[in-house]
């Protein structure tokens, strides 16, 4: 038998297995419809398929630039309504997320804080709460609670979230995506890592542990001490970009590289950003710099700006999360993506249940889900004696 890549995934997603095997039968969101804007790849195929599990009417659409199209068409096949193709053209994916909001969903299931935004442009009556999946979504959607006033669980904000998907598996699939994209060597190579919260820390781990000289930038003094004292190199913004063969990005802010940055480059330097939004880097900005002579692009998703002093400088997805991005894209680890996604099944579940109410607006993950999402892990690794 043939199986799929979509299969492999499921197979592995223990937690979520378990879940839907409870969903079946509890069915929590029964008579509920689910507005989903994450991802569209094999893993988030095994959430959503849970959630439908569970009794949920699910519209579905992706995020920028990482649709997958064997996870739309896996999706469609199970009966999901999903809205639009992969596309890199932001208006046309705002768009699809304006599709969404049409159907009025029960509950939101947002990556980023795009859907709630945009429902707060265009509210109606009848929505419960939901999910937040990102550190950036967060980060917009605080400042809004006063106008959301229902549940939002930040699922980014469980310790679980933070070391299992942020720390270890980003800076794993940093590296895998890095070696797959450009097949170039790390080790001896000088990298700079921007931003050393939860991502960053595992990033600039990953490629020390691939052998690279590893320095980090970060403007809170602290945690650029904290880097200091994890043996990191932490010089001056100027001088880890010029002493940089490649440069990742993984901060949650705007513009951290931009063309004014391009004097201080080396030739040859490659530009990777790992951060939710592709404005990390500034690449429209760099691409149409008077220093740029002319570009050249690479199937693997590379561009490569010349310079007009000879200097090349090469672009990885274009400033897109890198990690999910290119020839056959894997994304985080299976594991780590099965326990996040069993924190949303169980968050959704909550806000379904109204176990939570308005007052937790843009909260993190309760307790009560992360230590039981935890200990169902740790039961199947360690199966009781006996
Ligand atoms: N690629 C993925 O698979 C993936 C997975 C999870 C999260 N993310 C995204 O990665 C980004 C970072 O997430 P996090 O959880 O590490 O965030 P975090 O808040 O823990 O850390 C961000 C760090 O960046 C620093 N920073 C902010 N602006 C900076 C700048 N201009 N220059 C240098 N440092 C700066 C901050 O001081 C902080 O230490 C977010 O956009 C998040 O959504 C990506």
Same mark, same amino acid.
């Given at each position: 038998m043939i199986s799929t890549r979509i299969d492999w995934v499921r197979e592995h997603c223990r937690l979520l297995q378990a879940i839907s095997a409870e969903f079946t039968r509890t069915r929590p969101f029964d008579g509920l419809t689910i507005g989903t804007g994450i991802h569209l790849e094999a893993k988030t195929v095994a959430l959503l398929l849970t959630l439908r599990d569970g009794g949920a009417r699910l519209v579905s659409t992706g995020n920028l630039n990482t649709t997958q199209p064997d996870a739309v068409a896996r999706l469609r096949d199970e009966g999901v309504t999903v809205i639009g193709e992969p596309t890199k053209d932001a208006r046309v994916h705002a768009s699809y997320q304006d599709g969404v909001l049409a159907a009025e969903p029960d509950l939101i299931l947002d990556n980023g804080g795009d859907l709630f935004t945009r429902y707060l442009d265009r509210p109606y009556e009848g929505l419960v709460g939901g999910t937040e999946e990102t550190t950036s979504g967060r980060m917009r959607l605080e400042p809004l609670r006063d106008r959301l006033r229902l549940p939002i669980l930040v699922i980014n904000d469980s310790p679980i979230k933070q070391f299992a998907e942020n720390e270890h598996a980003v800076g794993q699939s940093a590296l895998e995506s890095y070696l797959r994209m450009t097949n170039r060597v790390t080790n001896g190579e000088q990298v700079t890592v921007f931003g050393y919260g939860s991502c960053g820390r595992g990033v600039a781990?990953?490629?020390?542990?691939?052998?690279?000289?590893?320095?980090?930038?970060? @403007?809170?003094?602290?945690?650029?001490?904290?880097?200091?004292?994890? %043996?990191?190199?932490?010089?001056?913004?100027?001088?880890?970009?010029?002493?940089?063969?490649?440069?990742?990005?993984?901060?949650?802010? +705007?513009? @951290?590289?931009?063309?004014?940055?391009?004097?201080?480059?080396?030739? %040859?330097?490659?530009?990777?950003?790992?951060?939710?939004?592709?404005?990390?880097?500034?690449?429209?900005?760099?691409?149409?710099?008077?220093?740029?002579?002319?570009?050249?692009?690479?199937?693997?998703?590379?561009?490569?700006?010349?310079?007009?002093? %000879?200097?090349?400088?090469?672009?990885?997805?274009?400033?897109?999360?890198?990690?999910?991005?290119?020839?056959?894209?894997?994304?985080?680890?299976?594991?780590?993506?099965?326990?996040?996604?069993?924190?949303?099944?169980?968050?959704?579940?909550?806000?379904?249940?109204?176990?939570?109410?308005?007052?937790?607006? @843009?909260?993190?993950?309760?307790?009560?889900?992360?230590?039981? @999402?935890? +200990? %169902?892990?740790?039961?199947?690794?360690?199966?009781?004696?006996?």
């Amino acid at each position: 038998m043939i199986s799929t890549r979509i299969d492999w995934v499921r197979e592995h997603c223990r937690l979520l297995q378990a879940i839907s095997a409870e969903f079946t039968r509890t069915r929590p969101f029964d008579g509920l419809t689910i507005g989903t804007g994450i991802h569209l790849e094999a893993k988030t195929v095994a959430l959503l398929l849970t959630l439908r599990d569970g009794g949920a009417r699910l519209v579905s659409t992706g995020n920028l630039n990482t649709t997958q199209p064997d996870a739309v068409a896996r999706l469609r096949d199970e009966g999901v309504t999903v809205i639009g193709e992969p596309t890199k053209d932001a208006r046309v994916h705002a768009s699809y997320q304006d599709g969404v909001l049409a159907a009025e969903p029960d509950l939101i299931l947002d990556n980023g804080g795009d859907l709630f935004t945009r429902y707060l442009d265009r509210p109606y009556e009848g929505l419960v709460g939901g999910t937040e999946e990102t550190t950036s979504g967060r980060m917009r959607l605080e400042p809004l609670r006063d106008r959301l006033r229902l549940p939002i669980l930040v699922i980014n904000d469980s310790p679980i979230k933070q070391f299992a998907e942020n720390e270890h598996a980003v800076g794993q699939s940093a590296l895998e995506s890095y070696l797959r994209m450009t097949n170039r060597v790390t080790n001896g190579e000088q990298v700079t890592v921007f931003g050393y919260g939860s991502c960053g820390r595992g990033v600039a781990a990953a490629f020390r542990a691939a052998r690279a000289r590893v320095s980090v930038v970060d @403007v809170d003094p602290v945690t650029r001490l904290r880097a200091h004292l994890d %043996g990191f190199g932490a010089p001056p913004r100027n001088v880890a970009i010029a002493s940089a063969d490649l440069i990742i990005t993984v901060t949650g802010a +705007r513009n @951290v590289l931009t063309a004014a940055d391009l004097p201080l480059l080396r030739d %040859g330097v490659i530009l990777a950003n790992s951060g939710h939004f592709p404005a990390e880097i500034d690449v429209p900005g760099l691409a149409a710099a008077a220093a740029v002579a002319s570009t050249t692009e690479y199937p693997e998703d590379l561009l490569t700006l010349e310079l007009t002093d %000879g200097r090349r400088i090469h672009v990885l997805a274009r400033g897109h999360m890198f990690n999910l991005a290119g020839p056959r894209p894997l994304g985080n680890s299976i594991e780590s993506m099965d326990l996040g996604f069993a924190l949303q099944a169980r968050c959704l579940e909550a806000v379904a249940r109204r176990r939570v109410d308005a007052a937790s607006c @843009v909260v993190p993950v309760p307790a009560d889900i992360d230590a039981a @999402v935890a +200990r %169902g892990y740790l039961d199947r690794k360690y199966p009781a004696a006996g």
